[in-house]
């Protein structure tokens, strides 16, 4: 049986486009009561109403178009879409270094699915260097799905499994850099999870990501595969870092330690920022330009992926009113450790400091960090804080709130000792602890144009 020529669409939405004779991938100039649109008609999502026609303008962006609103619509081309990516046919040079593409899901490895108008994971890591020939010239890159997952779909028993691939790819096929493809909603997450887990890192490991799917042309799949498989090949890193879009163009890429890396907007191509600190080093044009010096660099040896970890603990945000029972709920339902994002100087309301101090006297260990973000936690500067304290919840320095919540997954993976733990979590390991925050970091977050964070960077 042929496929409906206006597959998606139903009731009214089908009746005029029936009526102008045309259909799904008819390219169409849409005359409506407020204005004249250029596109192609789109299939809609089988669970979509039918008031509106679907329309890919030619700067790639879709808009829905009321049908109460057409005047007119006449078909000028038709070409049917494909979204899938030939197999390329690039030759691999095996002299070259060999890097590892590993895919871990998320957007970067993502197209749209007409069916539920969702964006779906659906590109393998081959069909990825796909559409990415270039990154034949940087490395000899060999490509391997670990899973198809949305990046909300992340937990800790994936962060095991990405970092035994890793031990394996660099231990015993000897990759000199590994890149991960990873959905940028929780890739701040595992990458703090990475920074723990592998210990003595000889080489680069990469997160990567992309803010729109690779079936979009603004998506910036492409230039951010290209910068991370450059600084896999080319850096002298020998730790986990993030690297993504350093503005909304496509300039220049930054690479953020895995510890202090945060997504801080839904939908900018350049929506991650190092926090509080200055970013490790930068990427242009096949250049890497190091920052700073104080990051772990490559050596020769084994990584070891040190692999503990104990899901049982949560990440909760206070706010005015939040009720004891949430605290309540997660002492009765066996969980080992809270990492509390606290107001201000790492502050909790009075109306769940009882549940807080029975958490704790329940042998559950109490993390607390700031809801800023920025700047230390300062629990003895007023008398909320020392009362938190007193009570036994251990500060979380300034780790930001989501590297706590992993970094105690970790430790509460390898011991329930009190002293231990507290020691853990107040001793930087992986740079998730910085001594002073620099004054211009702020600012790098702040800044309203890519040319004042030039400006900081090049002081750098």
Not at 328 to 335: A, I, K, N, Q, S
């Amino acid at each position: 049986m042929a496929e409906d020529p206006l597959k998606g669409y139903s009731g009214e939405a089908k009746t005029i486009l029936e009526k102008y004779e045309v259909k799904n991938w008819s390219q169409v100039v849409i005359e409506t009561t407020e204005t004249t649109l250029t596109g192609t008609i789109l299939p809609r999502s089988e669970l979509a109403d039918t008031k509106h026609i679907t329309l890919k303008l030619d700067t790639g962006y879709n808009i829905g178009i009321p049908i109460d609103t057409v005047t007119n619509i006449k078909e000028i081309g038709f070409e049917a879409v494909e979204y899938r990516l030939p197999k390329p046919d690039v030759v691999l040079d095996p002299k070259k270094p060999r890097i590892v593409l590993l895919g871990c899901g998320g957007t970067i490895a993502c197209r749209l699915d007409y069916r539920s108008g969702a964006v779906i994971p659906a590109l393998t890591p081959e069909e990825l260097y796909s559409m990415v020939p270039e990154l034949a010239d940087i490395a000899y890159v060999e490509t391997r799905l670990l899973f198809e997952l949305l990046s909300e779909d992340m937990k800790p028993e994936y962060w095991v499994k990405i970092a035994k691939e890793v031990e394996k790819e660099i231990n015993e096929k000897n990759a000199k850099g590994v890149v991960l493809g990873h959905g940028t909603d929780t890739l701040g997450f595992t990458s703090a999870a990475l920074s723990f887990i592998l210990k003595n890192l000889p080489v680069p490991v990469v997160m990567v990501g992309s803010q729109r799917s690779s079936d979009r042309p603004s998506s910036d799949a492409v230039i951010n595969l290209i910068n991370a498989v450059t600084v896999a090949t080319k850096s002298d890193i020998g730790e986990v870092v993030v690297c993504m879009h350093g503005t909304s163009s496509d300039n220049y890429g930054l690479i953020h330690r895995g510890t202090r890396v945060r997504k801080m907007h839904t939908s900018r191509r350049d929506a991650f920022r190092t926090i509080g600190d200055i970013p490790l080093g930068k990427v242009q044009d096949g250049k890497i330009v190091m920052l700073r010096n104080d990051y772990n660099k490559r050596k020769e040896g084994n990584v070891f992926a040190d692999t503990k970890v104990d899901p049982k603990v949560a990440l909760i945000y206070t706010y005015p009113g939040i009720h004891a029972d949430v605290i309540d709920h997660l002492v009765d339902t066996g969980y080992h450790g809270i990492v509390l994002g606290g107001t201000g100087l790492g502050h909790a309301p009075i109306y769940i400091l009882d549940s807080l101090k029975r958490a704790i006297e329940e042998d559950i260990f109490v993390v607390m960090t700031s809801q800023c973000l920025f700047g230390h936690i300062g629990m003895n500067v007023y008398v909320r804080g020392r009362d938190l304290l007193t009570m036994g919840i251990i500060p979380g320095v300034n780790m930001l709130p989501e590297t706590a919540y992993v970094k105690l997954v970790w430790v509460l993976g390898h011991t329930q000792n009190k002293d231990e733990v507290r020691e853990r979590m107040t001793t930087n390991i992986s740079g998730e602890i910085i001594d002073r925050e620099l004054f211009n970091a702020y600012f790098v977050y702040q800044a309203e144009t890519d040319k004042r964070i030039e400006k900081i960077l090049k002081e750098f």
